[in-house]
Structure formats: structure tokens, C-alpha cells
């Protein structure tokens, strides 16, 4: 999840991610546990002693052992508990599994597609990452290996009641996930009440991103609603994400019942920050509204 | 504000902050304006692209010239809010004037003192960091060059109306402001509805620390009540802040009338914001909670 102007990689001892131009981090790894290429990416696995495993793709960090927890409660259940009663889901990306993790604890679940385009996310993940790829076998589950893009062009209109998109950054190549008319493909593809979710990058190292996303959804959704969380293992830390919705306004609802039946099992979430969320620090809420 | 097990100093171009024994934090600097050592640690000012001017205090960022608002704010106006009414403000640390810079915002303000053990430290943010160090020449703002706890010692009883530690990690040095003997002796120097106010720590990087801040002000004080905030270039990115109350309990109070007619002036803090940032993650309060 970052810029990528330049990397240093050193096998041995250090990987460094390039969060900007004055700043990069870098992880003393422990053991470098898999490096290879698919068709469509570098990806990475190593082992830290602060962060356990953590997941890279294209040198851009993924997510952590420790933390993964943050970005896929707060990615999932948002438009989750937004719709009302949420049986046919949708995961673009996504492949680690930790996002329908996430959406298969709601019991209004009957059918999850989860649509990844490279199928070595999955089994890397299945292999090095077994708490997070928890739902390959639940029979509620179903992977396609795919372009995202294409499948939702494929549905038919209202074919399901929530999309979720956890793709990379709006890089070249997934730039087609962030725009009006991707955004349109998806508001047909989704029922009454229908709601659809996505990360809008960091308000402090993306804004460009971060307006783009609340600014096209606006356009095509009747309610949009930007919420953050920190993660602090993501450049940027604070991250914005979006809850369009074809219902409900996503602020102010009352989910204290379905939060409350799964509020052990979470670790982020709960019913106090389900609507908290939504309060945005002003600087956000200018950036956003100044369009 | 970092864990300091080593650090690696390059004066032509990098400057390094270590995070854990996982991670660190590589700035790289277009110009050193100072690295100085006064009486009790070493000063630095640098330059960067994404960051503008940074302060280091014995190699731990302090603040960064584009995100020093949101600790700025989020430190004092919440201490400062949960007081009805607060005209005598004491801040100990905080010799960059950041803080003091929001409390004076506030007009029920009589009279602040600044009570700041290293005088190079206000020196330094004068020259380098004039749009923080705006107070120094306030008619209420009083700078008193000194140790913090003895100054809360020679106060009398009920002398202040909010207390605010701004003030360093809780190294060796430091650690007599985490404890509940120190809250006792702000507990006495505090009004009646006297308010406290300091930073608890980031909960990824230091839970002890900010469990043992929550589990010794709930000892003296009435009511605490923890809140967060995401400092992007603090290791640790969400950090966790305590008021503490000899009055009101700081949650769910209507300030939306004196926040008002400052909001515009705030870059960070709003209406919605003052009562949602007490909704914590439940990682965050189960750790407090438990024990």
C-alpha cells in the first residue's frame, strides 16, 4: 500500500518500503519465508519479530499478522451491517481470504464470491497466513479466479446486496477500480439496498485518491459515507474508506442487535465505534467537501 | 516518542527513528537547520520534502511542521473542553508552545503557564517553528523555566483549573509523571470539576504504558476517560490520550456552542469528533479493562 519510487531490498537482513519521497520504512525480518512472481505480481512473505508475518505485493505491504485484524473489520463489516439484511456478497480482490473471513460471520450470509484475479494470493495465503484464509471450505464460499471488472459486467442487475473491493493501490493497472463508470457497474449489479465498499487511501499520502473515491461514488450512490481507521502497519496510518449505499443513509443506523451477536470474535469494531467512525477530523471532512 | 535501541545518524541525508526491534523510520532530510545538545538532551531541526520541518528530541520525533496540529489539538482542547469553565491553565512541558497555542484559543482563558524544564527547547521552537510558538508573547501566557513536579508541589490546593502534561516518553527520566503518586499531586493542585490532561501512549507500541496511565488516574480521579488520535509520524500511529475529571464525566457532553466559534481556526478537532473519539477499538478498551 504505497508509492513505489524506489525500493531496497536486501535479502539478508532488511526489506524497506518506499512510503514517500522523505520517507521509508523498513522491517528487520526474521526469516524471508517466500519470494516468488506470478502473472501478475511480486509477492512476499517474511517473519518480523513486532509484526509476526507479514504479506508484501509488489514491495507494498499488505498486511501484518498483527494488525490485518483493523483494515479487514473495518473494510468488511462497514457495508455489511450497512445493508439490512445482507445474504449475497461479493469480494473483488481480496484473495488472502481475510475480508470474507470477516463477512462470513454474519449469519444473514447464504453466498460469498470471491473474485481474484491471481490465484497464487490464495494459496500463499492458505498456506503461510491459515488464520486469515479461514473460508476456503465454508460451504457458503465460492472462488472465482478472475478479472474483477468482467464479473460485475456479467451480473445480472440486482445480483447482490453487497460488494466489497480489496484490491492494491490506484496504480495503472487498478486505476479502472476508481472511476465513475466502474462505480455504475457496480451500483446495477446491486439490489435494493444495496451497498458497496472500498478502502479510499490515505488521506495524508493519497488525497487525490481519497477525493476521487468519495467524489465519483457521489455521483452514481444516493447516500456516501467516509469513515477512517488506523493501520499501523499501512503508510499513511490513517485510512479512509467509503460505504456507498442505494437505502439507508449509513450514519445513524442502529446495529447494536447483529454487531452484538459477533462483538467477541472482533477485535477492532464494535457498536460504540460503528457509529463513531464516521466523524471525520475536520481537515478530511474540508478535503472532501471542497469539490 | 520512540523505543530507543539504536539509531542510526547520517547528517549528510538520512535520519533514523527505531520503532521496535522490527521497524524503523528512515527521513530523508534536505537540510539540518540545528542539532544542538542542551542541559538535558540533544535538539534537532531538519528539513524534508513530505514533512516540512521536523523536531527530534534525543532522536525521537517530536512533531512534524504538517501533522504537529492534530497532537497539538487533540492534547489540549479535550482536557480543556471537559472544563465548564477553565481560566487558569497549567502546562507542564510543551516548551515548543504547541499546546499552549490551542489553549489560548479558548477565551474563557485567564491566565497559562508554561512550566518547561529545558529553556533551549522554547529557544529553538522560536526560531524554527514560529507558527507553534505563537504565545510566548501573550499577555496571559507566563513561561516558567523549571521541573514540572516541583512546580505542582508548591502549588496550593485547587490553584489551577486544567493541567496538562505535554512531555516525553516515559523513559527513566520521565517515568515519575506516570504515576499515581504524580496524580495525586495534580489531583490537589486542581480546581473543583478540575480537568487533566496527557497522552497514554500508542496501544500497538507501548500497551504497558497505556495501561498503567488509565489504571493509575482511575485510582484518583473520578472519572477517566481515554480517546485516540493518529499522529502519522509517531511510531506507533494511534495513540491514546486520558482526561481525567474531578467533575463532569468527559463523555457525552454538549460542547457544540464553545467549539463553535473556534472550529474554523481547527484543523483536526469538530463537534462530532469531540464525542466520537471516546468510542474505542475494542483491543483498546478490553486492555484497559482488564484489569
Known amino acids: 500500500m504505497a508509492d513505489k519510487k524506489s525500493i531496497a531490498m536486501n535479502m539478508t537482513r532488511y526489506i524497506t518500503e518506499t512510503v514517500s519521497d522523505s ?25 518480523t519479530k513486532a509484526f509476526g508475518r507479514i504479506l508484501m505485493l509488489d514491495q507494498a ?13 473495518m473494510l468488511t463489516h462497514m457495508p455489511m451491517l450497512v445493508h439490512p439484511k445482507p445474504e449475497r456478497i461479493l469480494i473483488v480482490g481480496g484473495g488472502d481470504g481475510g475480508a470474507a473471513r470477516e463477512a ?10 470471491l473474485c481474484e484475479i491471481d490465484e497464487k494470493v490464495c494459496e500463499i495465503s492458505r498456506k503461510y497466513f491459515p488464520q486469515i484464509a479461514t473460508s476456503f471450505d465454508d460451504p457458503r464460499f465460492k472462488l472465482n479466479i478472475g478479472d474483477g471488472i468482467a464479473r460485475l459486467k456479467g451480473l445480472r442487475e440486482g445480483a447482490v446486496d453487497v460488494i466489497i473491493i480489496d484490491g492494491t493501490d490506484p496504480t495503472p493497472m487498478a486505476i479502472g477500480l476508481y472511476s465513475a463508470d466502474f462505480y455504475r457497474t457496480i451500483h446495477r449489479a446491486l439490489g435494493e439496498n444495496g451497498v458497496f465498499g472500498t478502502l479510499a487511501g490515505s488521506p495524508y499520502f493519497h488525497p487525490e485518491w481519497t477525493k476521487l473515491v468519495y467524489r465519483e461514488l457521489s455521483k452514481i450512490f444516493p ?8 493501520v499501523p502497519t499501512y503508510p499513511g496510518f490513517l ?3 467509503c460505504v456507498a449505499s442505494k437505502g ?5 443506523l442502529d446495529r447494536s442487535k447483529r454487531l452484538a451477536s459477533m462483538e467477541d470474535d472482533l477485535k477492532y ?22 469539490d
Open 23 to 47: 520517507e521509508f520504512i523498513t522491517y528487520v525480518t526474521e526469516k524471508i519465508l517466500y519470494n516468488g512472481q506470478s502473472d501478475y505480481q511480486q509477492i512476499q512473505v517474511f517473519e
Open 61 to 73: 505491504v499488505q498486511f501484518t499478522d498483527v494488525d490485518e485484524f483493523i483494515y479487514h473489520e
Open 239 to 241: 485510512w479512509a474508506f
Open 269 to 290: 469494531l464494535n457498536c460504540g465505534l460503528f457509529n463513531a467512525v464516521f466523524a471525520l477530523p475536520s481537515f478530511i471532512r474540508r478535503m472532501i467537501e471542497e
Open 104 to 113: 462470513l460471520r454474519h449469519p444473514e450470509v447464504k453466498n460469498l464470491e
Open 248 to 252: 439507508q443513509d449509513p450514519r445513524g
Open 223 to 230: 447516500k456516501v459515507a467516509m469513515y477512517t481507521a488506523t
